[in-house]
């Protein structure tokens, strides 16, 4: 334990200074660490395994954009659980809470399905041009395309880690576009 300590701090200190090499081989430490860390909590939350892996990846963008506040005078690994027990929580508060009941124990108590109200293809294209640049892209390709994560970074030359940003914050302003469209 104090070995592997004494190694993210030297990697860490190292990546501080510039060494490309030395941050990917802590964040390549990192991730099987913080894998770990998350599905021990995705236990006791019910985490599914797309929630962990979201944890882990948002974690490793809050480490990369955090580093320059580790103090080089204290162990990497608390500092890392903190940031990844924190980006959990904001995980679990974004979810809310659900309680998953089987439909059919409803079935005869459910009202009728109402008329579902869908975007035009036209509306739909209107919409999208509210996003720009990748963030349009990677909205395109992945929620009207299909195609997953790793395929879309493969496609636009971004990390998995960029996609994911992209993504989430394309959707959070075709949602803030979509409810002063429908107003």
Same mark, same amino acid.
């Given at each position: 334990?104090?070995? *592997?300590?004494?190694?993210? $701090?030297?990697?860490?200190? +190292? =990546?501080?200074?510039? @060494?490309? #090499?030395?941050?990917?081989? !802590?964040?390549?430490?990192?991730?099987?660490?913080?894998?770990?860390?998350? *599905?021990?909590?995705?236990? $006791?939350?019910?985490?599914? +395994? =797309?929630?962990?892996? @979201?944890? #882990?990846?948002?974690?490793? !963008?809050?480490?990369?954009?955090?580093?320059?506040?580790?103090?080089?005078?204290?162990?990497?690994?608390?500092?890392?659980?903190?940031? +990844?027990?924190?980006?959990?929580?904001?995980?679990?508060?974004?979810?809310?809470?659900?309680?998953?009941?089987?439909?059919?124990?409803?079935?005869?108590?459910?009202?009728?399905?109402?008329?579902?109200?869908?975007?035009?293809?036209?509306?739909?294209?209107?919409?999208?041009?509210?996003?720009?640049?990748?963030?349009?892209?990677?909205?395109?390709?992945?929620?009207?395309?299909?195609?997953?994560?790793?395929?879309?970074?493969?496609?636009?030359?971004?990390?998995?880690?960029?996609?994911?940003?992209?993504?989430?914050?394309?959707?959070?302003?075709?949602?803030?576009?979509?409810?002063?469209?429908?107003?």
């Amino acid at each position: 334990m104090k070995e *592997r300590e004494s190694e993210w $701090a030297s990697w860490m200190k +190292a =990546a501080n200074a510039g @060494d490309r #090499v030395a941050y990917r081989r !802590l964040l390549g430490a990192l991730s099987a660490h913080l894998r770990a860390i998350v *599905r021990r909590q995705a236990v $006791a939350y019910a985490l599914g +395994a =797309a929630d962990v892996e @979201d944890v #882990v990846q948002e974690t490793l !963008l809050a480490i990369h954009l955090k580093r320059g506040t580790w103090d080089p005078g204290q162990p990497v690994g608390p500092w890392v659980a903190a940031i +990844a027990r924190n980006k959990t929580i904001d995980s679990l508060r974004r979810r809310g809470r659900r309680i998953d009941v089987p439909i059919d124990d409803f079935v005869d108590v459910l009202p009728a399905d109402e008329k579902d109200e869908q975007l035009s293809p036209h509306e739909a294209d209107r919409l999208l041009q509210v996003l720009k640049g990748r963030q349009h892209d990677v909205v395109r390709a992945i929620s009207l395309e299909g195609a997953d994560i790793k395929e879309t970074a493969a496609r636009y030359g971004m990390s998995e880690g960029a996609v994911r940003v992209a993504l989430h914050r394309g959707l959070a302003s075709l949602a803030a576009a979509y409810r002063s469209f429908r107003a």
